[in-house]
């Protein structure tokens, strides 16, 4: 998890404090105060025999010395102030070895690095992860972020990376903390649907801003954009993931693993809506997510999506069954690791661009990865697009068609081409039957080796008219036939 995901408040609050903080204990160490250390053991390399010794600063005690001192910074409260009613209060303060409010004094001191390594040994579990930190549960936290930052330190430097690193391992401790189930809100444009919700699987739903409850502000704002885009809700077990994480020996780890499965749903639903129809769907930058029940704070999630819609895609009521089967098949069966997984990832990024004219180049990379292994110079692109995309009456006419998108592209990277609208459309057409195949190639429409079924069809004897197309029988069941 990235410490970008704390709140804004939050975060805020916690750097100017750390700030603050090190300002005050640099000025001591200017004055002539001095970090006290002790001499630790260190046994090296694994199987060495010999024992080492080196001194190391005893930075914790050195900051609890002025516990009260930095306690009196107006920062420090703010700090607090934005720390209770927190979740995973508990959580962070056990992955560091403490307990909910502990005074770290100089003569804690043993007592706690002995409790801190058991901890780590034995994935010692806050009793109440689940509920939100009061006062001196926030006030412990600060002393352990001081800790955690300025450890082995006698500077008081407060380097971005540690800051960051300190933060970000807060943030997981939140997520840890969450109490069964963790919500992820997504803006979705360019999509309209005829229901208030459409229900795409458990946990996944499509609605109107207006169906929904408990927003986030900033989704719940007035004004005539908020009509204009659509809400993925998601709802992700976290407490499956945590035990599944603990059973592994990664429990710390588990927060981070389901954001990140959760964004990986997220891409699977975009990528699924971008294949179902002709319209360029994209979800927003920024979503929001929130460990917990409904008492717990929304949170920004980014999700590094971008793009601008062009178009629309309208799911009807009758089409509602077919996109929840499609979404399914898309989800299980998307390639990751071959040409067609490149290709689909060139659709993909040419969605996101901004316009159909610079998406034109990654549309015709993708369909040249499909169907031209030999390369440009062999001119047989065009052809075997024909051969798959138009029936044999027509073929003559989309390879004409597709000669004419090629000669496109490359006035497009001369920066001699001129927007007209016939080209937009051109543009559009590569689009659309670069999508088709793809479509068709995962749902089991068509086999895999587009390339070799499109030489064979046109060796093929012309096909009477009104017979299916090699490859269009598709799986019993699973979708309908979506072949363009």
Known sequence: ????????????????????????????????????????????????????????????????????????????????????????????????????????SVEDRRPRIASRSRSKRAGTQPSSAGSGGGEQQAKAVLKELLADIFEGQTDFDPHAERVDGALERLAQAELAGASGTVTIIATLHGVTIASDELALTKGLTIAAPQALRDLPEALRAGGEEREEHLLVALVLDAAVAGDSDERSGEGSAHASDVLAG??????????????????????????????????????????????????????????????????????????????LAWALRRFELGCERSSTWEALSDHLLALRALLESEGPS????????????????NRLKLTQRMTRALELERAV???????????????????????????????????????????????????PSGEKMPGKEGEAGEVLDVLV
């Not at 010794?53 to 010395?65: D, K, Q, S, V, W």
């Not at 062999?378 to 009456?393: D, F, N, V, Y």
């Not at 080209?423 to 390339?451: M, N, P, T």
């Open 262 to 339: 959760g964004r990986e749903v997220l891409r699977d639903l975009l990528r699924a809506l971008r294949l179902f129809g002709d319209g360029r769907v994209t979800l927003g930058e920024l979503a929001w997510m929130r460990p917990g029940g409904e008492d717990s704070r929304w949170r920004p999630l980014p999700l590094g999506e971008g793009g601008r819609p062009h178009g629309m895609l309208v799911v009807t009521a009758d089409q509602e069954d077919e996109l929840r089967a499609f979404c399914n098949l898309v989800s299980r069966r998307a390639p990751h690791a071959n040409e």
């Open 413 to 463: 990277i001369a920066g001699t081409a001129t927007q007209r609208a016939r080209d937009e459309a051109l543009a559009g057409d590569v689009s659309d039957h670069l999508r088709a195949l793809l479509r068709d190639v995962i749902c089991g429409h068509l086999a895999a080796d587009l390339q070799t079924l499109a030489d064979e069809l046109l060796l093929a004897p012309d096909e």
């Open 378 to 393: 062999s001119g047989l692109l065009a052809g075997r697009i024909a051969a798959l995309c138009a029936t044999p009456e």
């Open 1 to 104: 998890m990235r410490s970008s995901e704390l709140s804004s408040r939050v975060r805020t609050a916690l750097t100017e404090y750390i700030h603050v903080a090190a300002e005050l204990l640099r000025a001591d160490i200017v004055g002539g105060a001095e970090v006290p250390f002790e001499l630790a053991p260190h046994h090296g390399r694994s199987g060495a025999k010999a024992t080492l010794y080196c001194y190391e600063p005893l930075t914790r005690e050195f900051i609890a010395e002025r516990d009260s001192q930095l306690a009196r910074l107006a920062e420090h409260a703010a700090a607090v102030t934005a720390l209770v009613g927190m979740q995973g209060l508990d959580s962070y303060l056990a992955s560091r070895g403490a307990a909910s409010g502990l005074d770290f």
